[in-house]
């Protein structure tokens, strides 16, 4: 049963969207050569097509289990909510066996960080099939908590947010006097049982043929010898890849408007504090399909 089983909700599955193999009309020139616009698209989809290549069998999770993997959530306890209403009705009645896994990124940008970690934390304790990944986001608070110099390469990305969330006031200037006084009053305010959650964070996770990372792999290290860096803040050298690697990577951490579901890796991450939808993948068997939570549905 999952944490909120009971919760009256419709159930909405969408696809990743229309592949870039085709090219929209000003692609081409009146000479038939390609314009600056279509050598772009041409370009990404050289790059789509090529990222990450699949293994060589079909991936499947085990028989019995249905994964739902949930996309960087940034302060949008809101659309939480929605979507493990959504899963929860999803899963009903099925008779396999629902695991949750969050891809990380649970702080900062949108306004209800703390609400967030409470509700994921209650999952986690309550639920016996929920893992719990750490994202950069995740990595930057614990960094401040450790040492305040930090908030200076934080703050760009959505610190404000977090400490507003516990009501803190931010920095009011990057001098350490005013660092230490905020890096006090969020020791302070924050809950030990978030704390707990939050260094108890695991960086990656293995069900069947899916490895499930915050932002991805090395490609050219082997998945058990992944180092917490890359598996939190890596871009490029993963997506521009076009190695095999040994399982699909399902990952978060670089948004766009709809899920990546490419043959070597899924990425799940819609930017949900910027576009107000907070993405699932759903893994059965060999199936994979999303769930979306959008706030537009309320």
Not at 12 to 30: C, M, Q, Y
Request: aromatic share 8%; glycine share 10%.
């Amino acid at each position: 049963m999952l944490c909120v089983a009971g919760l009256d909700s419709s159930f909405v599955a969408f696809s990743a969207g229309k592949p870039l193999h085709t090219f929209p009309e000003n692609a081409l020139g009146s000479n038939g050569n390609r314009t600056e616009f279509g050598r772009r698209m041409f370009g990404i989809n050289n790059w789509l097509r090529r990222s990450v290549k699949r293994p060589a069998c079909p991936p499947r999770v085990p028989d019995g289990v249905c994964v739902y993997a949930i996309g960087d959530i940034h302060g949008r306890r809101d659309l939480l909510v929605q979507l493990l209403e959504k899963i929860a009705a999803d899963a009903a009645g099925t008779g396999q066996q629902p695991v949750l896994v969050f891809l990380g990124d649970y702080v900062d940008r949108g306004p209800d960080s703390k609400g967030v970690i409470e509700v994921v934390r209650i999952c986690a304790e309550a639920e016996g099939h929920v893992v719990a990944l750490r994202g950069n986001h995740d990595q930057m608070l614990l960094d401040f908590l450790r040492d305040p110099a930090t908030y200076t390469s934080w703050k760009g990305l959505g610190a404000a947010e977090t400490l507003s969330s516990y009501g803190v006031a931010p920095p009011a200037s990057d001098a350490p006097g005013d660092l230490a006084t905020a890096h006090k009053e969020f020791l302070s305010a924050i809950p030990p049982s978030h704390l707990d959650f939050l260094n108890g964070l695991v960086f990656s996770h293995t069900i069947g043929d899916y490895f499930f990372a915050h932002a991805g792999v090395r490609p050219e290290v082997s998945f058990d010898r992944q180092v917490a860096h890359d598996l939190m803040w890596i871009r490029g050298d993963f997506l521009n890849s076009d190695k095999v690697l040994e399982k699909v990577v399902v990952h978060g951490h670089t948004p766009a408007e709809a899920p990546v579901n490419l043959p070597g890796r899924i990425c799940a991450d819609t930017g949900a504090y910027a576009t107000n939808r907070l993405t699932a993948v759903v893994l059965t068997g060999e199936e994979r399909r999303f769930l979306v939570a959008d706030h537009m549905a309320r």
